[in-house]
């Protein structure tokens, strides 16, 4: 979802509390051939290529969306810190609320993990990213490196207002009748329930070592799994698989299972979770 | 679990120079206006609307087109393909008095919905559409079951001349029908549903699809449809609303593009 307006609008009306973009690049690009997403036993893999209308193209796309209530996080993908830089510039200038860099993709080649991986390369886009545009920026990681607490320190050296973890990991299915991995790419990025503990892992190393706000991601499919990536240390969480496992209403739910919870065990903010398994 | 199941072609019939129908043992139930992912290995992965429906064995029908469909083409009994699904919402047909307006290869989803109409004894009416009398196919299998079946031809070699929708306002005038079923080329089922602003109207859309199952957001439409999870079919009330309809489609890195 995410890639239209009205793909948007709908999201809204279920209760999200803000709205990530697709990644956008600076060209339009159509991603892979099929099959681009499989359900496996406990997540789904995908390996869509980043497909998107280009950043033209998707300014009007979000400039319908002037009115819409909630904020808009633009999600950016770019091959160098020029890229990144204009591309940042031109999302902030449709009114998104905030700017996520992109750098943590496991599927396209030279566009994600490759920049993702160099703790140089990532300060440097987020600091030039950061003096171009005033609103906040985001930096999303990978899981799929070894050193993800540097990549973190490297994202808070360029001035990262947040860091997102985690992003896919990367992954292969083989159907053994034809004995060919069943994506056209191959290799894609695993998703959902079975991905989560991972992202519960890198947010409470990530928040030991950085105190910049941390937004979790990775197999939230339940009221009590944001909870756990809260109580890791992230201050939001980020919905996308679940809209499968629990329909496009997942967003209401996991907000009443959130309170539910809350009030069964006396919270009255989810401030005083923060974090709250570091003690 | 949405993983391709690799299964056999058992029955392949080349309903004219272009168009072929698979037949294979898939077991489970589909509902007409259901579509499957077809997997080509190698290939690609392409929806396909089921127009085949007999206890375990199900069949698609299909134009060559394309890539994925030309290699399609190139398959023969034997042969083996990945499928996965039912996906969509399939046709939900009420009424005593039907009528079915199928363009080109829309036809071939219809066919079962025709089926299962007749089964219920609805007293049913197909109109087929297509380019040239040479393209004809599912004509007998509609009439041997007892439908009355109706033929336009764009260029008049066989039956009505014009388009199916043209030959289905006339009939709406002299018939009083209880609903209309339709898939086509999206502008032909445009102005249908202009004729048919007062019945109950159901029809079968089209768009680039990727994940099929709700994710991607590839095929959505209006405010969030997605063709594959809340279609593909649509009610008249609904396309109303959607400004897309008949106008524009996505391409493949998500960008609108004119029909």
């Not at chain 1, 886009?125 to 490196?145: C, E």
């Not at chain 1, 991905?195 to 190393?205: A, F, L, S």
């Not at chain 2, 129908?21 to 992912?37: A, K, L």
């Not at chain 2, 109207?201 to 439409?221: H, P, T, V």
């Amino acid at each position: 979802m995410d890639e239209d307006a009205g793909s948007m609008k709908r999201i809204f009306t279920c209760s999200a509390g803000a709205i990530v973009t697709k990644s956008i690049g600076l060209q339009p690009r159509e991603g892979y051939p099929n099959p681009t997403v499989i359900e496996l036993e406990h997540g789904i893999l995908n390996a869509m290529g980043l497909p998107n209308p280009g950043i033209d193209h998707y300014s009007k796309e979000l400039l319908k969306l002037k009115k819409l209530p909630i904020p808009i996080i633009g999600s950016i993908y770019g091959a160098n810190i020029e890229e990144f830089t204009l591309l940042a510039k031109k999302m902030e200038q449709t009114g998104v609320a905030a700017v996520e860099l992109n750098i943590s993709c496991p599927h396209a080649k030279h566009l994600g993990q490759e920049i993702g991986c160099d703790p140089g390369l990532v300060q440097d886009i987020t600091f030039s990213v950061k003096n171009r545009v005033k609103i906040p920026v985001f930096v999303k990681i990978s899981p799929n490196i070894t050193n993800i607490i540097e990549i973190a320190q490297a994202a808070k050296k360029g001035h990262a207002d947040a860091i997102v973890a985690i992003n896919t990991v990367k992954a292969m299915k083989i159907d053994l009748e034809t004995q060919h991995p069943i994506l056209a790419n191959k290799i894609g990025g695993y998703s959902g329930k079975a991905i989560k503990p991972i992202g519960i892992r890198c947010v409470y190393e990530i928040a030991q070592s950085v105190d910049i706000p941390l937004i979790g991601v990775g197999g939230v499919t339940t009221g009590e799994d944001a909870l756990e990536y809260i109580l890791a240390g992230a201050s939001a969480v980020q919905i996308g698989s679940a809209v499968y496992y629990r329909g496009v209403d997942v967003f209401t739910t996991i907000c009443k299972e959130i309170e539910c919870w809350m009030k069964q065990h006396h919270y009255n903010s989810l401030s005083e979770l923060i974090g709250a398994a570091h003690a | 679990m949405n993983i391709p199941t690799i299964s056999r072609i058992t029955k392949s019939i080349k309903e004219n120079d272009e168009v072929k129908t698979f037949y294979f043992n898939f077991p489970g139930s589909v509902s007409p206006g259901q579509f499957y992912m077809i997997w080509i290995p190698g290939v690609d992965e392409i929806p396909m609307s089921v127009s085949y429906i007999q206890d375990d064995i199900k069949g698609i029908t299909f134009r060559k087109i394309g890539d994925a469909t030309n290699a399609l083409f190139q398959l023969k009994k034997g042969d083996t393909i990945g499928i996965r699904g039912p996906y969509g919402n399939g046709f939900t047909p009420k009424g005593k008095h039907l009528l079915f307006v199928g363009g080109g290869t829309g036809v071939a989803m219809l066919a079962p919905a025709v089926e299962q109409a007749r089964k219920k004894h609805s007293n049913t009416t197909m109109i087929i559409g297509m380019k040239t009398k040479k393209e004809l196919f599912f004509k007998q299998r509609l009439k041997k079951i007892g439908a009355k079946v109706l033929v336009s031809t764009d260029d008049g070699s066989l039956g009505f001349k014009g388009f199916a929708s043209e030959l289905a306002r006339d009939l709406l005038k002299k018939e009083p029908f209880d609903a209309v079923y339709t898939c086509g080329p999206e502008l032909m089922m445009k102005s249908l549903l202009n004729y048919c602003k007062k019945i109950p109207f159901q029809a079968s859309l089209e768009r680039y699809m990727k994940c099929s199952i709700g994710l991607c957001g590839q095929c959505c439409i209006g405010d969030g449809l997605r063709v594959c999870v809340d279609g593909p079919i649509f009610n008249g009330k609904t396309l109303q609303t959607i400004e897309d309809f008949g106008t524009f489609q996505r391409d493949a890195s998500g960008k609108k593009i004119p029909l």
